[in-house]
């Protein structure tokens, strides 16, 4: 079983930015795909961001150019950059650990969320 803790969300003007990161312990030799999900008030659930095993990364059409996902194997840990950031990327944002099932990313094992909320 894995643990996932995130850090680093926050009160942030419109255009400022903010960096998450996600630490996992545990069963750490299961972990093949790491993502990153957001959820805001009253809507689902959504993937932002993806990252498998050799670095290949995908993104939702609504943050391409403006976040990056990135992991550090030896840490165990995954990151997104949150760059040029709008009130409507106000949400908790939570980790995940999963795999792809058709091209597509799916979690497992979550963290408990981190709060982003971006001032207009």
């Known amino acids: 079983q894995v643990q996932l803790v995130e850090s680093g969300g926050g009160l942030v003007q419109a255009g400022g930015s903010l960096r998450l990161s996600c630490a996992a312990s545990g069963s750490t030799f299961s972990i093949n795909a790491m993502g990153w999900y957001r959820q805001a008030p009253g809507k689902q659930r959504e993937l932002v961001a993806d990252i498998n095993s050799i670095g290949s990364t995908n993104y939702v059409d609504s943050v391409k150019g403006r976040f990056t996902i990135s992991r550090d194997n030896a840490k165990n840990t995954v990151y997104l950059q949150m760059n040029s950031l709008k009130p409507e990327d106000t949400a908790v944002y939570y980790c995940?650990?999963?795999?792809?099932?058709?091209?597509?990313?799916?979690?497992?094992?979550w963290g408990q969320g981190t709060q982003v909320t971006v001032s207009s």
């Open positions: 995940a650990v999963g795999g792809y099932i058709v091209g597509r990313f799916y979690g497992r094992s």
